[in-house]
């Protein structure tokens, strides 16, 4: 009688796995530390931790990428070690940047990954139809990828991917950079092929909501596994200290989150729908003394609640500053978001930006169109809208980057029509990609935008100083810029940004792909400066982010759908059924009621 093998179901094993890569300094950084990690049949695993915990370097591992220093990896049966491509044919890998060829059409990206795996004329005549239509890229297949969106591209992606119809489907930070309702389609095909096709899924991912959606939660830190298990476990590590906080009327949210960060006591604390969510530390039960002046209500510990709380134990142990910011959330909560002298005194509520039937066209094709909204000062104002709804068009023409079709818009004081380098240097830009010098280094590129901005003497000096200490450039001057870690990267596209002391800054989702407590604290100094005084216009993907802004507008197809306050907007997702709907459910109903209105049967999108 045939027996079953107890690691029959293994799909991977990996035991005492390290890595280490050089610190371009002689000496080296352990990326991996004794990692070990089992992932079973038809399982769905999520990584997740800050920037630079190792998930990536384990993916890479697993796949065969990159060789182990030490340490036994199985898949499939297969030793990754000695035989890096032994298990190829059984898993499909989806990297951060999803490997597509812009200049091939939908169909022949497909032909190229079909190729590549071996796959068959008669298999493929079965499996492109699949595909196509799982993902809704059937009417799509004569156009060229780079043109498009985001969400799209995500979906083709995936689609090349599973073109072997593999039973390990490997998956690093596919949804980042996409929009919410683009999220939950790519949600909704991995729990077809989980269910209906028995495939086995490891996801990493910055979005501790989507963790959730898995079986299996891994915490990664510094290298090593801090935690694994179910979500619901994961959560555990904050239960009995998970409290929604009442917001008194006179006081913000989002400044009360920033009063209650500095507390020692407390692991997270974020703005949720018009309230405060509060996590202690492990082994604190007492709530700091602000938060008792306000209404105070336990709740049910999520996944992101215990892992912040895991995160601060490791980060107490070890005093890792964060990869973003290169501080300690202590250290950040009492450092000045700009220099005293940065803001120009100016009434309370005064309109600083002004933008009224804003029209911008390519050719024929209307990327905005006539859209409005005003700005006042010290406002956080949040552009939202799907991949494609011309929020990074109007945002580079309100930065003077782009000139408009037709419209006004006034930026500062400026109009610009006629003076947008006036208005330029009211205003600091940090861009959705990494835009600076890549060839130059950390220290040139901060001397050149010194320079652009018209920075001379010792004021020069001064600010110079004062971005290279704030940000914690000091290790990496000298180094060009594309050899710097992602983080760093982010750190020093903001430290130039806000060189000159702008009173408008202009973020173009700028935490894409960030660690949760790099978010946290990027919002933190976002507060203080608009606190300062500073005006803040921001798009992002991450609707919880938009908790954080005084005033939203969500557009699509270059027009501005909705707009309001967090309170006004989270009203218009009531129809998604929840009994407290978020500004995911608003955003999700206006953009769904969108597409149906716009989109009918055989029209192409």
Same mark, same amino acid.
């Given at each position: 009688?045939?027996?079953?093998?107890?690691?029959? &179901?293994?799909?991977?094993?990996?035991?005492?796995?390290?890595?280490?890569?050089?610190?371009?300094?002689?000496?080296?950084?352990?990326?991996?530390?004794?990692?070990?990690?089992?992932?079973?049949?038809?399982?769905?695993?999520?990584?997740?931790?800050?920037?630079?915990?190792?998930?990536?370097?384990?993916?890479?591992?697993?796949?065969?990428?990159?060789?182990?220093?030490?340490?036994?990896?199985?898949?499939?049966? @297969?030793?990754?070690?000695?035989?890096?491509?032994?298990?190829?044919?059984?898993?499909?890998?989806?990297?951060?940047?999803?490997?597509?060829?812009?200049?091939?059409?939908?169909?022949?990206?497909?032909?190229?990954?079909?190729?590549?795996?071996?796959?068959?004329?008669? &298999?493929?005549?079965?499996?492109?139809?699949?595909?196509?239509?799982?993902?809704?890229?059937?009417?799509?297949?004569?156009?060229?990828?780079?043109?498009?969106?985001?969400?799209?591209?995500?979906?083709?992606?995936?689609?090349?991917?599973?073109?072997?119809?593999?039973?390990?489907?490997?998956?690093?930070?596919?949804?980042?950079?996409?929009?919410?309702?683009?999220?939950?389609?790519?949600?909704?095909?991995?729990?077809?092929?989980?269910?209906?096709? $028995?495939?086995?899924?490891?996801?990493?991912?910055?979005?501790?909501?989507?963790?959730?959606?898995?079986?299996?939660?891994?915490?990664?830190?510094?290298?090593?596994?801090?935690?694994?298990? $179910?979500?619901?476990?994961?959560?555990?590590?904050?239960?009995?200290?998970?409290?929604?906080?009442?917001?008194?009327?006179?006081?913000?949210?989002?400044?009360?989150?920033?009063?209650?960060?500095?507390?020692?006591?407390?692991?997270?604390?974020?703005?949720?729908?018009?309230?405060?969510?509060?996590?202690? @530390?492990?082994?604190?039960?007492? =709530?700091?003394?602000?938060?008792?002046?306000?209404?105070?209500?336990?709740?049910?510990?999520?996944?992101?609640?215990?892992?912040?709380?895991?995160?601060?134990?490791?980060?107490?142990?070890?005093?890792?500053?964060?990869?973003?910011?290169?501080?300690?959330?202590?250290?950040?909560?009492?450092?000045?978001?700009?220099?005293? $002298?940065?803001?120009?005194?100016?009434?309370?509520?005064?309109?600083?930006?002004?933008?009224?039937?804003?029209?911008?066209?390519?050719?024929?094709?209307?990327?905005?169109?006539?859209?409005?909204?005003?700005?006042?000062?010290?406002?956080?104002?949040?552009?939202?809208?799907?991949?494609?709804?011309?929020?990074?068009?109007?945002?580079?023409?309100?930065?003077?980057?782009?000139? =408009?079709?037709?419209?006004?818009?006034?930026?500062?004081?400026?109009?610009?029509?006629?003076?947008?380098?006036?208005?330029?240097?009211?205003?600091?830009?940090?861009?959705?990609?990494?835009?600076?010098?890549?060839?130059?280094?950390?220290?040139? @590129?901060?001397?050149?935008?010194?320079?652009?901005?018209?920075?001379?003497?010792?004021?020069?000096?001064?600010?110079?100083?004062?971005?290279?200490?704030?940000?914690?450039?000091?290790?990496?001057?000298?180094?060009?810029?594309?050899?710097?870690?992602?983080?760093?990267?982010?750190?020093?596209?903001?430290?130039?940004?806000?060189?000159?002391?702008?009173?408008?800054?202009?973020?173009?989702?700028?935490?894409?792909?960030?660690?949760?407590?790099?978010?946290?604290?990027?919002?933190?100094?976002?507060?203080?400066?608009?606190?300062?005084?500073?005006?803040?216009?921001?798009?992002?993907?991450?609707?919880?982010?938009?908790?954080?802004?005084?005033?939203?507008?969500?557009?699509?197809?270059?027009?501005?759908?909705?707009?309001?306050?967090?309170?006004?907007?989270?009203?218009?997702?009531?129809?998604?059924?929840? @009994?407290?709907?978020?500004?995911?459910?608003?955003?999700?109903?206006?953009?769904?009621?969108?597409?149906?209105?716009?989109?009918?049967?055989?029209?192409?999108?």
């Amino acid at each position: 009688m045939e027996t079953t093998s107890p690691t029959a &179901d293994l799909i991977v094993a990996c035991r005492g796995l390290h890595k280490t890569f050089s610190d371009g300094r002689g000496g080296d950084i352990a990326a991996l530390a004794s990692i070990s990690l089992e992932v079973r049949r038809g399982a769905m695993v999520a990584l997740v931790g800050p920037d630079g915990a190792g998930k990536t370097t384990l993916i890479r591992l697993i796949t065969g990428l990159l060789p182990a220093d030490s340490g036994d990896i199985q898949v499939l049966g @297969n030793n990754i070690v000695l035989h890096p491509h032994a298990a190829e044919s059984e898993v499909s890998y989806m990297p951060q940047k999803f490997g597509l060829y812009e200049d091939l059409t939908v169909q022949e990206n497909l032909d190229l990954y079909a190729a590549m795996h071996g796959v068959t004329a008669s &298999d493929r005549k079965q499996r492109y139809p699949e595909l196509l239509a799982m993902t809704n890229l059937d009417r799509f297949t004569k156009r060229m990828a780079g043109r498009l969106s985001g969400g799209m591209k995500q979906k083709l992606g995936l689609a090349c991917a599973l073109v072997q119809s593999p039973q390990l489907l490997i998956l690093d930070e596919p949804t980042v950079g996409v929009d919410p309702v683009s999220r939950q389609e790519l949600w909704s095909i991995l729990f077809r092929l989980v269910n209906k096709q $028995s495939l086995t899924l490891l996801i990493s991912t910055p979005y501790l909501e989507e963790a959730e959606f898995c079986n299996h939660a891994v915490v990664m830190y510094g290298g090593k596994i801090l935690t694994e298990g $179910s979500p619901q476990s994961v959560a555990n590590h904050a239960r009995e200290r998970t409290y929604k906080l009442s917001t008194p009327a006179e006081v913000k949210p989002r400044q009360l989150v920033a009063t209650l960060l500095k507390d020692p006591t407390v692991a997270d604390v974020v703005p949720e729908g018009g309230d405060v969510r509060l996590v202690l @530390n492990a082994n604190v039960t007492a =709530l700091p003394s602000f938060a008792t002046t306000t209404h105070a209500k336990k709740t049910k510990p999520r996944l992101a609640d215990g892992f912040m709380v895991l995160l601060r134990q490791a980060m107490a142990s070890g005093g890792h500053p964060t990869e973003l910011t290169g501080k300690t959330p202590n250290q950040l909560a009492t450092a000045p978001a700009l220099a005293p $002298s940065a803001v120009t005194a100016a009434p309370s509520g005064e309109s600083v930006v002004q933008v009224h039937d804003l029209v911008r066209r390519f050719g024929e094709f209307v990327a905005v169109d006539h859209v409005n909204f005003e700005i006042r000062k010290g406002e956080i104002f949040a552009l939202l809208g799907p991949n494609g709804a011309g929020k990074s068009t109007t945002f580079r023409m309100l930065c003077g980057l782009l000139p =408009l079709t037709s419209g006004t818009l006034r930026v500062a004081g400026h109009d610009l029509r006629h003076a947008r380098a006036s208005a330029r240097q009211a205003v600091g830009y940090v861009a959705q990609k990494f835009s600076l010098y890549r060839q130059l280094s950390v220290q040139d @590129n901060i001397a050149f935008f010194a320079s652009a901005y018209g920075l001379r003497g010792h004021r020069r000096k001064q600010r110079i100083e004062w971005a290279i200490e704030e940000f914690d450039l000091e290790k990496h001057l000298l180094s060009t810029t594309e050899t710097i870690p992602d983080g760093f990267k982010r750190r020093l596209a903001m430290a130039c940004a806000l060189l000159h002391e702008p009173t408008i800054l202009f973020l173009d989702e700028p935490t894409s792909g960030v660690d949760p407590l790099a978010r946290r604290e990027f919002w933190q100094r976002i507060t203080t400066m608009a606190d300062q005084g500073v005006t803040v216009v921001v798009t992002t993907h991450f609707m919880e982010e938009a908790e954080y802004s005084d005033r939203m507008v969500i557009m699509m197809n270059g027009r501005v759908l909705a707009g309001g306050t967090p309170t006004e907007i989270r009203r218009l997702g009531a129809a998604q059924g929840t @009994n407290e709907p978020t500004i995911e459910d608003a955003f999700i109903q206006v953009v769904m009621e969108e597409q149906k209105a716009t989109l009918k049967p055989g029209a192409a999108a």
